[in-house]
């Protein structure tokens, strides 16, 4: 797998001789999942270039498994400390949203892999399972590579890489990952919104329906899951009728590799809308309008 990541970033320079640079887009992807957030993947890659820069060069065999294992280091410390803050969270905690490319939705595997879906049960993991998990599943190290990059031995790699695997099969949700259904359902879904048609809408939503909205205490939002196409649906009109977001649109927009949608208001981007689908219903909602975790939506076309 290695480089190829649907997590875009704002390297394109090919010719580039600083390996850092080179590796930038596989180093961002390693922290946007170990984290789950934009800013903290960014504040991490901005620690290892200093890092990087203060080294001697002479003294690094192989640069990339060099800054793999500092970039990983890195994020396994910020990720221990963030567990803390995260249980005094108000509300549900969701990942960071992160505008990636429209053709990411192609790469089926690696887009599942940043997916709304797969960070949110990423979060169940314990740090160590969650930087073995990304590291073997996401771009296939081998146990040896990964026991280099967190000093653990490899029997040790070994146990962690099968239990993180296996905690993760049984908790992924297994969602339509078909391009053109998920258009037409989307398509479906903005009518009902912009029209303001609760039916419609509920036809939409699956019977066991569950919304969660993260607004870390910043703005108004759900403290708790919605269940149900009912209160599901009249919560989200609801949500889009409020005067602060009056003439605010939905469009559509590939967000974590996955078609979803983007709540803008003129030029300000105020939340993303994330979902998986099962036989055509929207089955999970995701709804991010923390304002602080709105970053990654936030990047023009010259950076993508």
């Not at 078909?178 to 879904?189: L, W």
């Not at 939905?250 to 996955?258: C, S, V």
């Amino acid at each position: 797998m290695g480089d190829d990541d649907p997590v875009q970033d704002d390297i394109h320079d090919d010719t580039v001789a600083d390996p850092f640079l080179e590796h930038r887009r596989l180093l961002f992807g390693t922290a946007y999942r170990m984290l789950g957030t934009v800013t903290d993947a960014e504040d991490i890659l901005q620690d290892a270039w200093l890092k990087w820069h203060e080294v001697e060069r002479d003294s690094v065999e192989h640069p990339k498994s060099y800054l793999v294992r500092t970039v990983t280091n890195l994020s396994l410390n910020r990720l221990t400390s963030a567990r803390a803050t995260r249980e005094n969270y108000v509300g549900p905690w969701l990942p960071e949203p992160l505008l990636t490319a429209p053709n990411a939705a192609e790469e089926s595997e690696m887009a599942d892999t940043v997916s709304t879906a797969m960070l949110v049960v990423l979060e169940t993991l314990s740090p160590i399972e969650r930087a073995v998990f990304v590291l073997r599943e996401v771009f296939g190290y081998s146990h040896a590579e990964i026991a280099g990059f967190v000093d653990r031995p490899e029997a040790t790699i070994r146990q962690i890489a099968h239990r993180a695997r296996a905690h993760v099969e049984s908790r992924r949700p297994r969602f339509d990952t078909d391009g053109d259904r998920r258009a037409e359902v989307t398509r479906k879904f903005l009518a009902a919104a912009h029209g303001g048609d609760v039916n419609a809408l509920m036809e939409l939503l699956a019977p066991d329906v569950t919304l969660w909205n993260d607004g870390g205490g910043k703005v108004t939002a759900a403290r708790r899951p919605l269940f149900g196409p009912d209160h599901v649906a009249r919560w989200l009109l609801g949500v889009i009728a409020k005067p602060e977001v009056a003439g605010a649109r939905l469009e559509p927009a590939t967000i974590n590799g996955e078609l979803g949608l983007l709540v803008v208001l003129g030029e300000y981007q105020l939340g993303a809308i994330t979902y998986g689908i099962v036989d055509d219903r929207l089955h999970d909602v995701w709804f991010q309008v923390n304002p602080g975790k709105l970053s990654g939506l936030r990047r023009t076309e010259s950076e993508q």
